[in-house]
């Protein structure tokens, strides 16, 4: 069945979400040091990596405004006005310095000569938004979905299903290119469409997770396995 679609995840698949909040925790760090001298940056850096967090065999969840409350609590800082204000630090300082991931545009440019290509995304829709804008990638992207925004997030098989009715597709032809094996490949297979999951570091797949249909390095390879060229 040929591709009539191609949804992508956006953390760590179109952009480089990692390297960015590490970034934006540090900066965080900074500015609480410079806030309350007597919390020096690492104190608060170590309160943030101890905490406990909810993780899944792939995907570590940085930067909630809930975790950096509770690192700030940690801390001893239990105002909530602070806590606020060093989450929009955080988020301000992490979209400074986000970046695409390699061959994400190339990729882009060259799938909508071929097929529908959309954004199937967990996440904030000021976040995303903001993303989009500035990495040019807001004319690139259509259908959009964002979890926040619909109410559903993968692996919800509804969230699948949504995305389908906005491409006019069907799932037999329908492709989800994503990072997380949990949220992307386990979701795209339980609505039935195809994956590609992106693994640049060629970890194993752990055997509970579905096999993805492709499997690549980086987004360069994308396009000659959608479209293999004739
Ligand atoms: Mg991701």
């Known amino acids: 069945m040929p591709v009539r679609a191609v949804f992508f995840d956006m953390d760590d698949?179109?952009?480089?979400?990692?390297?960015?909040?590490?970034?934006?925790?540090?900066?965080?760090?900074?500015?609480?040091?410079?806030?309350?001298?007597?919390?020096p940056a690492g104190a608060f850096l170590r309160a943030y990596e101890n905490l406990p967090r909810a993780m899944t065999?792939?995907?570590?969840?940085?930067?909630?405004?809930?975790q950096i409350a509770?690192?700030?609590?940690?801390?001893?800082?239990?105002?909530?006005?602070?806590?606020?204000?060093?989450?929009?630090?955080y988020l301000k300082s992490r979209l400074e310095v986000i970046t695409l991931m390699p061959g994400a545009i190339e990729a882009l440019h060259f799938l909508r000569q071929h097929?529908?290509?959309?954004?199937?995304?967990?996440?904030?829709?000021?976040?995303?938004?903001?993303?989009?804008?500035?990495?040019?990638?807001?004319?690139l992207l259509d259908p959009v979905l964002i979890s926040e925004q619909e109410m559903l997030e993968k692996p919800d098989p509804r969230f699948f299903q949504r995305a389908l009715t906005r491409a006019g597709t069907g799932p037999d032809d329908t492709v989800l290119v994503g990072d997380s094996l949990s949220a992307d490949i386990a979701g795209a297979h339980g609505a039935g469409w195809r994956s590609v999951w992106l693994n640049p570091s060629g970890a194993n797949r752990p055997p509970a997770y579905p096999v993805p249909d492709w499997q690549i390095r980086s987004l360069h390879g994308l396009p000659s396995i959608l479209f293999p060229p004739e």
């Open 70 to 89: 509770d690192a700030l609590a940690a801390c001893g800082i239990d105002k909530p006005r602070t806590a606020r204000a060093m989450y929009d630090h």
């Open 115 to 139: 097929c529908t290509v959309g954004l199937l995304s967990n996440g904030l829709v000021r976040t995303r938004q903001t993303t989009m804008s500035r990495l040019g990638l807001q004319g």
């Open 57 to 66: 065999h792939d995907r570590a969840t940085h930067g909630s405004q809930h």
């Open 13 to 39: 698949t179109l952009v480089d979400y990692t390297a960015s909040a590490h970034v934006g925790l540090h900066e965080t760090a900074l500015e609480v040091h410079a806030l309350v001298p007597e919390i």
